[in-house]
């Protein structure tokens, strides 16, 4: 079967690297000339496999409406007149309950650890993918002995779920990590973390199209790929969308993958690819 993913990101580029190792033949597009030259080109590194715990959950609610007014908020919210946004944010607020948080952080926990079995195997079986990769450890440190204690509650949730961390009181983290001493009157404790990785993520993408197996990659512009049309195009006044499948010499339905961060739905052509 040959499988077309749209989007040459960090999801994208892995989701044709496993469909490759599986057997299939991929091609991944991008809008862009070079890949992974959005979210994923200069993301924090960080290969954060315990830190889970969904955005969503009893305490946002309240913090929100002073969120929102800050200009270094970690949220904004620009209100459109599109049913899709207002359905998510109804979706968001449900979500925001302790039962819904700790079955999420369940959810999330499982996969997280599959995603580390995942990189420790890739690593091993290809020892040429150079992205600085380290294994540090994390340690998050807290101001307010509130944010303390609601991440130690956290801790004894996610350590019934198989993850290994401790909490440490500022002295012990000052002893970790000496650059801290100048927070020493203004830190409660933090949570360290061993097992946490970081990477470049740019370097990562750019190493799966390089690999030996590498994954075969085609901009936008490329003739073969000019057949793709999205539905953000059409709302830009582009060519209507068509999406087409058809059988190959096995009699497999050709299938188009469609996996982006800007668009919610994307139908594309794969006649010609
Ligand atoms: C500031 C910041 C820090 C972060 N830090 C971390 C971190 O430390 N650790 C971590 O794990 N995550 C981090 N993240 C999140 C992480 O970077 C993203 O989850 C990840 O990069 C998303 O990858 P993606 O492939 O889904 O999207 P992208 O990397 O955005 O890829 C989507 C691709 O689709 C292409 N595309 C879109 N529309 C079309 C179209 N119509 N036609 C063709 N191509 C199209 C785009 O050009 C793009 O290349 C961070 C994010 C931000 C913003």
């Known amino acids: 079967m040959h499988t077309i993913v749209l989007g040459a990101g ?12 599986d057997g299939h033949q991929v091609t991944v597009i991008d809008r862009n ?4 030259s959005e979210t994923s080109f200069a993301n924090g590194g960080q290969l954060s496999y315990s830190y889970v715990a969904p955005l969503a959950g009893p305490g946002v609610l309240s913090k929100l409406p002073n969120w929102l007014l800050r200009r270094d908020s970690p949220v904004h919210y620009h209100p459109r007149v599109d049913l899709q946004q207002w359905r998510w944010l109804l979706q968001f607020v449900r979500a925001c309950t302790h039962r819904q948080s700790e079955e999420s952080t369940r ?17 091993g079986s290809e020892p040429d993918l ?8 994390k340690l998050v440190v807290h101001r307010t002995s509130a944010s303390f204690d609601a991440a130690r509650r956290l801790l004894d949730y996610q350590r019934s779920l198989g993850c290994e961390q401790e909490a440490l009181d500022a002295a012990a983290c000052i002893a970790k990590e000496p650059a801290l001493a100048h927070l020493a009157g203004d830190m409660s404790g933090g949570i360290f973390t ?31 790929a000019a057949q793709v049309r999205t539905e ?10 068509r999406c087409r499948s058809r059988r190959d010499r ?4 050709q299938r188009a993958t469609a996996r982006n961060a800007w ?5 594309i052509s794969i006649e010609g690819i």
């Open 263 to 267: 668009n919610s739905r994307a139908a």
């Open 130 to 137: 150079s992205f600085d990769h380290a294994n540090a450890g």
């Open 107 to 123: 959810s999330l926990l499982s996969l997280s650890f599959l995603s580390r079995d995942l990189m420790n195997e890739l690593l």
């Open 232 to 241: 953000s195009d059409r709302f830009r006044g582009g060519r209507r969308s």
């Open 250 to 253: 096995n009699g497999n339905v």
């Open 33 to 36: 000339d070079d890949v992974a």
């Open 194 to 224: 061993e097992s946490e990785d970081s990477g470049d993520c740019y370097r990562f993408c750019v190493g799966l199209m390089q690999a030996g197996r590498g994954v075969p990659f085609r901009h936008r512009r490329h003739p073969a």
């Open 10 to 21: 960090v999801v994208g580029l892995t989701t044709a690297w496993y469909l490759r190792a």
